[in-house]
């Protein structure tokens, strides 16, 4: 749902110039992932040979949904950032009916999916991607960027075992506050649910919930047959409600509790320090944040990658031929409400 928002020009973020590409230019290889609008595939470029994620979206689906601001914001939001955390976008065009954004391919698949198979991290693993993501964050803040769908789901693994935050389908950049209602439901901040304004602390929130996903193996409000109601109801009377797991690392604990304060004036991240606090928490206590942004630290799981274009990490979708119909002539309706994603596909 959208509200009004307290806009700043997206302008205010420097933008870097970015290639020119054209569907021709790839070879559609399988699909690594669908979402609301369509699906990402896995790509090979025709001239460098090298593996790419092209994500496309359906514009018709886009205006029905009534996400032409959420999806010009990703574009903007990711061709401004860079970040040895979240995914490169190299371009972005579009031809008569679907947008298309192309990314780098993140081998190493959804932390999701290792976390779903691991049942749940020891605490030095889960604190290894939780101090990754913080930067990240803090990174994104730094640009006035929030970022407002923190899930498992959206932090992808590296060859490496590094993250690469994905799906900034939600990114907007905010000096002050907003107010739209989106996320994911479990990952909601209490004052999203209640349509207050809000800003950047909502990803300090849902951090706090990651962390105890990492930590347990499901988010800290989750019911598998509750309904939204009932979630929402939970996360309103606040984390100190949270069941937790026999033997809970009580650093973590602390951690948790003061990242999913319900108040948000007293939320870590949200404080004098800023990102600060967060950083200095005894659970971090044994990070080294230099090492740590120049990604020297071994990640604790190296993602099997047999070689380039290996998309084994990712679940099988059936391929419904959709990728036919990229580039096809067709009538183009919603021509004028994605300025910023080039015309460059051959047949348009
Ligand atoms: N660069 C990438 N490399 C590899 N896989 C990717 C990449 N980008 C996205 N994916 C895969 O595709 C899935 C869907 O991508 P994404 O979340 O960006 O799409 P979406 O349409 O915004 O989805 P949703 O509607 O669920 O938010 C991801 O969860 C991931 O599995």
Known sequence: MDGIEQQ?????????????????????????GTGSFGRVHLVRSKHNLRFYA?????????????????TNNEQHMLEAVQHAFIINLWG????????YMVMDFVPGGELFTLLRRSNRFPDPVA???AAEVALALNHLHGLDIIYRDLKPENILLNQ???????DFGFAKTCTTTTWTLCGTPDYLAPEVIGQQRYNKSVDWYALGVLIFEMLSGLPPFHQPDANPVMLYEKITRGPAFI??????????????LKLMESDPSK??????????DVFAHQWFREVDWERLAAREITAPYLPKISGDGDASA?????EDNAAAAYGQLALDPYGNSFPDFDYTSDTS
Do not use: C
């Not at 205010?12 to 054209?22: A, D, E, H």
């Not at 990712?314 to 059936?318: A, E, H, L, R, S």
């Open 314 to 318: 990712f679940d099988k979708y059936p």
């Open 243 to 256: 069941k937790w797991p026999a033997a809970f690392n009580p650093l973590a604990t602390d951690l948790i």
């Open 160 to 166: 490496d075992g590094h993250i690469k935050i994905a």
């Open 54 to 70: 092209i994500k496309v979206l359906n514009k018709e689906r886009v205006v029905k949904m009534k996400q032409i601001e959420h």
């Open 267 to 276: 939320r870590y991240g949200n404080l004098r320090h800023g990102a600060g």
């Open 127 to 129: 604190k290894f991607y």
């Open 92 to 99: 972005t065009f579009q031809d008569a009916s679907n947008l």
């Open 8 to 32: 700043t020009p997206v302008e205010r973020v420097i933008k870097r110039p970015k290639g020119t590409y054209r569907l021709s230019d790839f070879i559609v290889q399988r699909t690594l």
